[in-house]
């Protein structure tokens, strides 16, 4: 079955500098990389997702880039504020209606 | 996207006994997903939920600690049974609204079992 590696565990950067967090997958089949992010005490919101006939998406300071051969994905943050401080988890499933395999996660803190 | 509302948000529980939690979807899906998360952990998926046939377990969960219902379209509930200190963690249901994308999560149960 598909697996999900992250990377880094935790990551701190000063307020205004981006942030990077990078996901391996195992399963060739896989289609669709979405990404959470977790505030403390609340459930995962989705906040931007990739298909894999897709090579880039931005979506005001976030954005998701794959590359399909080596089988990765990553999130950018730019100009991160400290409401950016979160746990984000990337994802991955190669058909829908399947359940969502997780990376570990990836705690980010921004240092105003 | 859908909507799901997840009862209860929290509980505290004796060792022994069971749980019950709930997920209402405002729309009609095909698939539900239990996951649990463990404190600082990521979700790890306990089982699918199909409705109108058996839940498919994740290795590691069994139907006898957790059995799940699925009567509707909208509807699943979760029992964790015979609960120990071992089974204390967040649990989330989770939907994937339609068209294989946009999966969301209701907003947690919270058990400790004390």
């Known amino acids: 079955g598909e697996n999900v590696e992250q990377h880094p565990s935790t990551l701190s950067v000063q307020e205004g500098d981006s942030a990077v967090i990078k996901c391996t997958y195992s399963d060739s089949a896989s289609n669709y990389f979405p990404w959470y992010k977790q505030e403390l005490g609340k459930r995962p919101q989705l906040i931007i997702d990739i298909r894999s006939n897709v090579g880039e998406k931005k979506d005001q300071r976030i954005a998701v880039t794959l590359n399909k051969t080596a089988k990765h994905f990553s999130l950018h943050i730019t100009e991160t504020q400290p409401e950016d401080s979160a746990v984000y988890f990337c994802a991955a499933l190669n058909s829908g209606n399947t359940p969502l395999v997780f990376g570990k996660g990836t705690r980010l803190s921004v240092i105003a | 996207s859908a909507v799901i509302s997840q009862k209860p948000s929290r509980d505290i529980c004796q060792r022994g006994t069971s749980l019950t939690i709930q997920c209402q979807v405002d729309?009609?899906?095909?698939?539900m997903f239990w996951y649990r998360q463990q404190p600082g952990q990521s979700l790890t998926l306990i089982a699918t939920a199909n409705q109108g046939s058996e839940a498919t377990y994740e290795s590691g969960f069994v139907i006898d600690k957790f059995p799940i219902s699925r009567p509707n379209l909208t509807f699943s509930t979760l029992t964790v049974s015979n609960m120990s200190p071992e089974d204390s963690s967040i649990y989330l249901c989770?939907?994937?609204?339609?068209?294989?994308?946009?999966?969301?999560f209701g907003s947690g149960t919270r058990l400790t079992v004390v």
């Open positions: 729309s009609q899906v095909t698939m």
């Open positions: 989770s939907v994937e609204p339609g068209g294989g994308y946009g999966y969301t």
